[in-house]
């Protein structure tokens, strides 16, 4: 049994911007599933703390750089019985809007201070110095908000080893000089071998540096983020310590009880792979929601995002207007929220096709868990995707994925060529090139085999088959744990 410390900025159900907080409860359950002593820190966000009850105040901690001393909140994941500490600092936390900006959209202006004390108190915990009379052997960190808790710890003698995971390089927590100098971080972290990135602050390279070991969310992800395509600079750094032996992909998992067609309580008639059919209530009542035709042989097209250009949605407006012009029998249900212009995309799209597309700007679990029912395919061209859950989930619920062939969705898709059919493993469609011909092309090719209903069928029975719950990868983390403290 190994002690884990577990540091999020978003944990499920208590702030979620994207699938960082999905892991970052599915895997710590998992992990305690498996016997693991894991307990996890995140901010108390004003949303957090009404979700939760029972909240205990078991330490108060200062911290260098602050001026305030901070409380430490103690209660358990719900649902789970992992123990999970939440870091208060009113100043920093207690606010409307998201973890990292405001309401109208704006990145918080002191995001370096919000996450460099979630770093600061997570060493604190670590090297068992807040008063909680508990010392992890693994601080398992996660993303920039995170970072800088690999670079504090990793002078400290006694100290835990410590993991970064990478969910997405796109995103490095940049900041000037300035603010580094305000944060009162240790002068030899100004360096190349340091936080300094072309004259900024990189919180990223915190992890990517000082952490014994970096994971990331995919083994193909992985591979693509030691090169230029997908580095952000950052390639070279990342290819050294993939030869150093100190990076690796493991695939995330789902929580497979939230997300299963048999138990799924926000959807019209529950099914599974022995009465599949019933999902074809489900698309009736997806039709019905936003208003399309109940038409059982128009391909109903699900999309559900972060609406962000890493997601593709350029790319999907514009083949599927494609696909829509000719007159393809094809429908489209969106549910997302982000950039302005990719929602405002979406909203024409529908103004030009109102009986074609349905649209909803926000973000909605109950709508998500109903597209994924209801969908006969769903859509996920993303440029990039470190792993990307949501084509696992529509692969449990027998949703066929249309992905880019990248990371995570590389991993997990097998494309329906001629070739994976007949071996009897294809279970969805993917394409190399980012463009919108390509992904046209694939379209037309769901289009088309969703007309011959036997084919179609064995390839949602292959996709519900396969096992995406935590299980092997919780495995995986385990053994990576074990491997490190006794390297
Ligand atoms: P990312 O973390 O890059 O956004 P993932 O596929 O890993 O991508 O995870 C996205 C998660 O966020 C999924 O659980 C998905 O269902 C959820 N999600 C994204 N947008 C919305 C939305 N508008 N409403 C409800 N859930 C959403
Ligand atoms: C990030 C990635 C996504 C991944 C998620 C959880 O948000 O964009 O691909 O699934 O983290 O690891």
Redesign the pocket.
């Known amino acids: 049994m190994r002690k884990i410390l577990f540091a999020s900025s978003e944990v499920h159900p208590l702030m979620?911007t994207?699938?960082?907080a999905?892991v970052s409860a599915s895997l710590p359950i998992a992990l305690r599933e498996h016997g693991q002593d894991v307990r996890i820190i995140m901010p108390a966000y004003r949303q957090s703390l009404q979700h939760l009850e029972q909240l205990e105040t078991v330490a108060t901690i200062k911290l260098d750089g602050y001026h305030s001393a901070v409380d430490i909140l103690q209660t358990t994941l719900p649902d789970s019985d992992v123990v999970l500490w939440l870091l208060d600092s009113p100043h920093h936390y207690d606010r409307d809007g998201g973890p990292y900006s405001d309401p109208t959209g704006q990145d918080w202006a002191d995001n370096a201070a919000r996450f460099a004390l979630l770093s600061r108190a997570a060493v604190k915990i670590a090297l068992n110095e807040a008063g909680l009379d508990w010392q992890p052997d693994i601080l398992h960190c996660n993303d920039w908000q995170t970072g800088l808790a690999p670079a504090l710890l990793a002078t400290r003698k006694q100290r835990p080893q410590t993991v970064f995971t990478i969910?997405?390089l796109a995103y490095q927590g940049l900041f000037s000089e300035d603010v580094f100098q305000a944060l009162d971080l240790p002068d030899s972290l100004w360096q190349m071998e340091g936080l300094e990135f072309y004259g900024m602050m990189s919180f990223m390279k915190g992890g990517l540096i000082f952490a014994d070991q970096i994971t990331t969310v995919s083994p193909t992800y992985a591979r693509e983020i030691c090169t230029h395509e997908f580095g952000y600079g950052l390639e070279g750094l990342l290819s050294y310590r993939l030869q150093q032996g100190r990076l690796s992909g493991i695939l995330n998992g789902i929580d497979s009880h939230i997300w299963d067609p048999q138990q799924d309580a926000f959807i019209t008639k529950k099914y599974s792979s022995k009465t599949v059919r019933n999902k074809a209530l489900n698309k009736t009542a997806l039709q019905q929601h936003f208003l399309l035709p109940e038409n059982k042989d128009s391909l109903l097209i699900g999309l559900?995002?972060?609406l962000v250009s890493?997601k593709g949605i350029d790319l999907a407006v514009e083949a599927m207007e494609r696909v829509l012009k000719v007159g393809h029998d094809v429908q489209l249900v969106c549910?997302?929220?982000g950039e302005a212009e990719l929602e405002q995309a979406l909203r024409v799209l529908r103004a030009r096709y109102p009986d074609r597309v349905g649209i909803t700007i926000?973000?909605?679990?109950a709508?998500?868990h109903q597209i994924e029912a209801g969908a006969d395919v769903f859509l996920m061209p993303s440029r990039f995707e470190p792993?990307?859950?949501?084509q696992m989930?529509s692969l449990r619920y027998g949703t066929l994925p249309i992905v880019r062939n990248t990371g995570g969705l590389a991993d997990t898709v097998v494309d329906a060529s001629d070739e994976n059919r007949k071996a009897g493993i294809a279970n969805g469609f993917s394409f190399d090139e980012p463009a919108t011909a390509a992904l046209e092309q694939t379209l037309l090719r769901a289009v088309a085999l969703f007309a011959r209903p036997r084919i179609w069928r064995s390839m949602m029975l292959v996709a519900m088959q396969h096992d995406f719950s935590w299980e092997n990868s919780a495995i995986a983390y385990i053994e990576l744990y074990h491997h490190i403290v006794n390297r």
């Open positions: 979620k994207g699938g960082l999905d969910h997405n559900i995002s972060r890493q549910l997302g929220s926000g973000y909605d679990e709508l998500s792993c990307g859950l949501n989930y």
